[in-house]
């Protein structure tokens, strides 16, 4: 119970910052970090799988809504959401009776850091693809694609790192 | 049919997963076209309210330089107040045989000024959300300019709020010319930098230098000629091109923006019906 009402305030405030704050930021000219998917990156290990999909689609239509954009974001997440297990089983090896929250505690750092990177990185790629929908742009688009998920990556460790747990 | 149900159970993760992946992809395409439904995007009412909330703090920020275009631009005012009252004093005499049957064209254009509670810059589709709708007269179509320039088009409209689809949106091209020679062209946004456009479709034999000044050709029906776009920043022209590759300044900063004015043309709609009366015969 305590942990579903960590997660709503975890939704609402991480909404809050991406759209009232991060999406103002315009860092290097046209560079925007995108931490809100810190939220489907934290959720449970055993979480049920339909139950992620679900809270990710409506995340990414949460922040569609203040950025318009319908069905960026929301594709995105989903596709991450739905990758997220098959990505921690190839990182680590949690014991069946655990339902850890993924951190650099309960992964270990090396895992946790792979974990995030790669998340990160199917996450934007998709989001700036499908933002561009053609090849024209390629370049400006790989550019946009590395620059934002490095500063997201680096924000995301940052954040978890503050955090004992 | 126990099989079938097997088969559901098995792989319903899946299923959601593709069906919520299609609902999502069936937005972006519906998104693509120029009007789009009100429904999930900003000028959503409750979505508005909370932008115009964190907009108030940010404005007292931006006060400074907003008072000091005003202040500017009331002296320019007042400046081209006195130009036509001495232009008026000086034509008086003749007013009396010529009789009007129309709008002169003076007055065809009046402005609803509006605020922007919601504006980016860094994406490849920029929009720019307004405080004014369609109670204040806003319809879709309608050009928006500010002190400085052109800003861009209203894409949607809600009761209080209104959509903006600026310069600094690929979908958008707006049609211009140069100031001294009206050769025109249109001018799209390579994505790339908030402060610089690309001016297309401009020949080989026109001669222009660095430093020319854009304004509107008045091509369409949203916005009227002689608005500024930008300055020429630079070109390029390789031996084999038959069109010059011009970069513009754009005359507006649009990651200032705060006050903007939308353009109601008072004949549109007869000349919307009477342009597609044309098309159609």
Not at chain 2, 155 to 179: A, G
Not at chain 2, 259 to 276: P, S
């Amino acid at each position: 119970m305590l942990r579903v009402i960590q997660n709503i305030f975890l939704f609402i405030i991480l909404v809050l910052v991406q759209v009232l704050v991060l999406n103002n930021i315009q860092f290097l000219g046209f560079v925007n970090p995108y931490i809100y998917i810190l939220f489907v990156l934290s959720l449970p290990v055993r979480m049920k799988r339909w139950l992620t999909l679900i809270l990710a689609f409506v995340l990414g239509l949460t922040i569609d809504s203040f950025s318009n954009t319908p069905g960026m974001h929301a594709f995105a997440t989903v596709l991450i959401a739905y990758l997220r297990n098959g990505i921690i089983h190839l990182f680590t090896s949690i014991e069946e009776g655990n339902n850890p929250i993924p951190s650099f505690y309960s992964f270990g750092v090396g895992a946790f850091v792979k974990y995030v990177v790669i998340m990160v990185i199917i996450h934007h790629s998709a989001l700036f693809l499908l933002e561009s929908f053609s090849l024209t742009n390629i370049w400006l688009v790989s550019l946009k694609i590395i620059i934002s998920s490095f500063v997201t990556i680096l924000m995301i460790l940052g954040i978890k790192s503050m955090f004992k747990k | 049919m126990r099989n079938l149900i097997n088969f559901l159970i098995r792989y319903s993760v899946m299923i959601l997963f593709l069906f919520l992946e299609a609902i999502s992809f069936a937005l972006v395409v519906n998104n693509r076209d120029y009007q789009k439904s009100v429904f999930l995007s900003s000028s959503n009412t409750l979505v508005a309210n909370m932008y115009e909330a964190s907009n108030s703090v940010v404005e007292f920020f931006k006060l400074k330089a907003a008072n000091e275009n005003l202040a500017e631009e009331n002296t320019a005012l007042k400046n081209e107040i006195i130009a036509l009252h001495n232009q008026l004093a000086t034509l008086m005499p003749q007013k009396k045989d010529s009789i009007r049957f129309r709008i002169p064209p003076e007055m065809e254009f009046t402005y609803i000024s509006a605020k922007v509670t919601n504006n980016s810059t860094n994406r490849l589709q920029n929009y720019i959300t307004l405080n004014k709708g369609r109670r204040d007269g806003v319809r879709v179509d309608m050009g928006v300019i500010s002190d400085e320039g052109v800003v861009g088009i209203v894409k949607t409209v809600s009761d209080k709020y209104s959509v903006v689809i600026p310069v600094l949106n690929e979908k958008l091209k707006i049609n211009c010319k140069f100031k001294k020679n009206n050769y025109s062209g249109p001018l799209e946004w390579t994505g790339e930098d908030y402060r610089f456009a690309r001016l297309d479709d401009i020949a080989r034999h026109v001669e222009f230098s660095l430093g020319d000044t854009l304004i509107t050709s008045g091509y369409a029906n949203n916005l009227p000629e002689g608005i500024p776009v930008g300055t020429i920043d630079n070109f390029k022209i390789k031996e084999s091109d038959a069109y010059y590759n011009i970069k513009v300044k754009l005359a507006v900063n649009f990651r200032t923006l705060s006050y903007v004015k939308i353009i109601d043309y008072k004949n549109y709609k007869e000349q919307k019906a009477v342009e597609q009366k044309a098309a159609e015969d």
